[in-house]
C-alpha cells in the first residue's frame, strides 16, 4: 500500500540539508488529519516527511489496552473521507488493531499522490520556525529511536507538528501488599488467565475502567468485580446520540447540539451546576450524583449491566493496599479500611492522559511568520485533535488561520487546575470552532470530513440543525467567548484568540 514512499539515506558524508515541502510530525489521528488536508493543496509529487517515535502509523492505538474499542460509530472516527474498507455495521464498535489498522491505511492514498518519506521509529528533538537566506522555513531534527548519533536536520516550507494529547501507558499502582496483584490494563487479560479466581478491583470509574469491568466479565461472566469510582464519571448516552433504525430520522438529537447545551450552560465560573446539568439532561446514569466527565460515550445497555453486575461499587479513592495478620487491607482516602481476599487483582484506570509528573513543554499553536503549526495539549483548537487537525491545516494552508477568532486554550495546565473547568471550556471552545467552520469553510470543503458526529444522522435532519446553528451563531459566539475569557481569567492560563 505504501509502495510510494521515497527511499532515504543517512550517510554521514551528506552535508546538504534534505528539504521538503512539509514536514508532519506525529502519525497519529492528529497528524494524518493534517497531512491529509494538506495534500489537498500540495502538488502531486510533492516532497512530505512524516516522523513518528513508533513503529507504525496510530499513534495511541499502537499502546492502548488490548481490549479498548471505540465508544462511537466507528464511520465518524477516521482520517479526512477515508471510508472504513469493511461492511460491518455502521453501529459496530472498532476494536484497537482494527482502528489502527484503519488510520495507516490512510497513508495508502495519500502516498500515492505525494512523494511520501515516512520515517516510523524516530525521535524529533526540535520543530522551530527559522530565518534563513531563502526566507522563513521550518527546521526540524530527528533521530532514530535508540540511536541518538544518527541525528539529521531537514528543512521544509511548512512544518505541522501534531503530538496531539499527552497520552502515555500508566504504570501499576505502588501497593504495599505482597498478597494482592496490581496491573495496567494491558495486563489485565495475563493476570485473569492466571488467577482465574481472584476478586477484581477496578480503580477508576471512566472509560477505561468501563472497558475494563466489561472485559472481565468477557473472560469470566461470573468473575467478581468491585469498582473504586471516586467521584464518579457521567457518560454521554450512546443510545440517544446515535439511536439506530428509525429512530433516526425521529429521534436522538446532534452531537453538536449536545456541545452547544453544555456551553450554554458554562459561565465560566458554574462547573459543579454545569456537569450535574449533563448528567440530568444527557447522560446514561442521571440518577446517581457522578461528579466528572470527559466527552466518553456509553450505551444504556452497557449502563444497566455495569451497575447490575458489580458486587460492589465504592465512591471513594484507594489509597493503598497493606498486608496484616489477617490479611491484606484495602485502606481509602475516606478513612475506611476494607479486608480483600488474597490473590485479589488490582487494576489502574484512573487515566493516561496528563498524568506526568510535568506538563508537556508549551508550543504556540502558530509560529510568528505561520511556517509551523502546533497541534498539542499545551495550546490547542479543540480537544478532538483529529478534528483539529483537519481544520487548521485546510485554515493555514488557505490564508485563513489567524483573523477568525479561534480561541486556543492550554489544556493540560486546566485539566490539573479544575477537571470540571476542562470540560465547559473545551466544549464551549469546540463549538465555537464548529459555528466558525461552517460559517468560513465551503460545504464542499466541510463534507470532505467525516469526523462530525452529526453525519450520523440522514442529511434532511442535519439541514435542519445546520440553518438553526446560523441563525443562533452570533449570540452562542458571543456567550463561547465571554465563558473563554473567563477562565483565562479566573485559572490563569492561556485560553485566548489566535489573533
Known sequence: MLDQTTPHTSEANDTAVRTYDLVVVGAGIAGLNALHAAAAYLPRGARVLLLDEKDRAGGMWNTAYDYVRLHQPHPMFTVGD??????????????????????????????????????????????????????????VAFHPMGNPEALETVEAARAIYASGLDYSVPDPLPLASDAVLSVTPQDLRAALAARPQAPVYVVGGGKTGMDTILEAWAQDPAREVTLL????????????????????????????????????????????????????????????????????????????????????????????????????VMQLRSGTARPVAPGSIFVNCTGSYFRTGALVEPRPALSPHGTVLNITPRDGFHYHTGVAGFF????????????????????EALFRKNKAAFVGAAAAQAYMFHVTMVQSLPLSLLDTCLLDLDRWYPLPRRLFWFFRLKAKAKADLAHCRKVLDRVAERFEIPCKPLD
Open 392 to 411: 487548521t491545516t485546510h485554515l493555514l494552508y488557505r490564508g485563513q488561520l489567524r483573523g477568525l477568532g479561534l480561541y486556543t486554550i492550554d489544556y
Open 82 to 139: 477515508v471510508k472504513w474498507t469493511w461492511d460491518k455495521p455502521a453501529t459496530y464498535l472498532a476494536r484497537r488493531d482494527e482502528i489502527q489498522a484503519h488510520l495507516a491505511g490512510a497513508l495508502g492514498p495519500i502516498a500515492h499522490k505525494l512523494a511520501l518519506d515516512l520515517r516510523l521509529g524516530h525521535r524529533v528533538l526540535a520543530c522551530d520556525e527559522v530565518d534563513t537566506d531563502a526566507g522563513f522555513r521550518a527546521r
Open 229 to 328: 469510582a471516586g467521584q464518579g464519571t457521567n457518560f454521554m448516552n450512546r443510545t440517544r446520540y446515535a439511536p439506530t433504525g428509525l429512530k433516526r430520522w425521529t429521534s436522538g438529537a446532534p452531537f453538536s447540539g449536545l456541545l452547544r447545551d453544555i456551553a450554554r450552560s458554562f459561565d465560566g465560573d458554574n462547573e459543579a451546576a454545569m456537569i450535574d446539568h449533563f448528567r440530568r439532561t444527557h447522560a446514561t446514569d442521571p440518577d446517581t450524583p457522578n461528579a466528572g466527565f470527559l466527552f466518553g460515550f456509553q450505551s444504556e445497555e452497557e449502563q444497566a449491566r455495569i451497575a447490575a453486575g458489580l458486587s460492589e461499587m465504592l465512591s471513594d479513592y484507594l489509597t493503598d493496599v497493606i498486608d496484616t495478620p489477617d490479611g491484606p
